[in-house]
């Protein structure tokens, strides 16, 4: 089996992915030395919005953020994926801008909107044109390396992008965040490459169990509350590492419609796979939510992988999700013979736009 052979590994993953999983917390210490740098003005804690700009996976962080301190957050979150901001976009919005390149294209053409509003922006990039923007604005920005993601996919750099976003809002005082607790997140997602990494032989080995068990289906996640954004980050995984058709649902709103439709067409029961993202942390309504669901895919004969979360925090099954999710969208592209970096569609689709 391909998982257990680190040389079969190798050959096929030619841009070294698994470079970027192992550095995950090599990411997260980096992003934070280079915060050393990070100047925030004080108008900037006086906001009663948050937008967040970022397209794929440079949008992932605050996908995770906003779940994870919902409770914490005094104020809105959105997240725009897309060329023209809102409306309410004034001087008391702060507007994060994201992009792994510092060039995509959406992210840049929305921050001179929402500069000509007057928003309080701030960047957080590896450089490009979004770096130079802050640099000619003399606007606060996280410029980071890129050194521990060999592989070169924004979608792999999460350790930059997730922690980099929450170095910003623990700056502004808008979440409680140290140094100490972001330096226990990359002890996290080292203890958790331990336990999920390719030297870890599949039968001992919960993600690489998960990806053999998802087999030829469609691959449709599920979470609630602080794991409402992982599941996005795990979709967006499958979907290009596996090259994968893969979505999510989110418990309990699933549950006022989706049910019923497990019924139509009748190949579900051989097309999809549930996998659930379950937790002690839960809301109890929502922990029978998770059992009576799995029932319901029973009933239908619909297939159904549960991980259950073992970290004893919201922030740490969050971290243990994200390094799962990402090894088990690997795996399965090993498992299916895919070189898991390249996008051949999403590199098309650029070079068509670009003409």
């Not at 599949?202 to 289906?217: C, F, G, H, V």
């Not at 980050?233 to 999510?248: I, L, P, S």
């Not at 006022?256 to 097309?271: C, W």
Request: net charge positive.
């Amino acid at each position: 089996m391909i998982l257990d052979n680190i040389k079969e590994i190798e050959k096929l993953d030619s841009q070294n992915m698994l470079g970027s999983l192992q550095l995950l917390s090599k990411q997260i210490e980096e992003v934070l030395e280079s915060s050393k740098n990070l100047k925030v003005p004080a108008n900037y804690k006086k906001i009663d919005r948050i937008l967040v700009l970022g397209m794929g996976g440079s949008a992932l962080g605050a996908h995770i953020f906003k779940s994870v301190f919902k409770s914490e957050l005094k104020v809105p979150v959105e997240i725009l994926n897309d060329y023209e901001v809102p409306e309410f976009v004034n001087n008391k919005t702060l507007v994060i801008g994201s992009s792994y390149s510092g060039n995509t294209e959406e992210v840049v053409n929305a921050l001179k909107q929402a500069k000509l509003k007057k928003g309080k922006i701030i960047i957080i990039s590896s450089g490009g044109k979004l770096a130079s923007f802050a640099k000619n604005n003399k606007l606060p920005a996280l410029i980071f390396s890129t050194n521990n993601n060999p592989c070169g996919s924004p979608r792999m750099g999460l350790g930059y992008s997730i922690v980099g976003q929450l170095i910003l809002l623990g700056e502004l005082g808008l979440i409680k965040l140290t140094k100490k607790q972001i330096n226990e997140l990359a002890l996290t997602f080292s203890k958790y490459d331990g336990l999920f990494g390719v030297f870890v032989k599949t039968k001992d080995n919960p993600a690489k169990m998960i990806a053999r068990d998802i087999k030829n289906r469609s691959v449709w996640y599920v979470a609630s509350e602080h794991l409402s954004g992982n599941v996005h980050v795990a979709a967006n995984q499958m979907n290009e590492n596996a090259k994968r058709f893969a979505g999510y649902f989110l418990i309990p709103e699933l549950n006022h419609h989706l049910l019923e439709g497990m019924i139509n067409p009748v190949e579900n029961k051989k097309n999809l796979v549930f996998l659930f993202l379950d937790s002690n942390l839960y809301h109890k309504r929502n922990q029978k939510r998770f059992e009576i669901t799995a029932q319901v895919l029973d009933k239908n004969k619909i297939s159904h992988v549960s991980y259950y979360l073992a970290e004893k925090d919201k922030l740490g099954q969050a971290c243990e999700s994200l390094v799962l999710g990402s090894y088990v969208s690997y795996y399965r592209a090993l498992l299916d013979g895919i070189d898991p970096t390249d996008i051949p569609f999403v590199d098309f689709f650029k070079e068509q736009l670009s003409k």
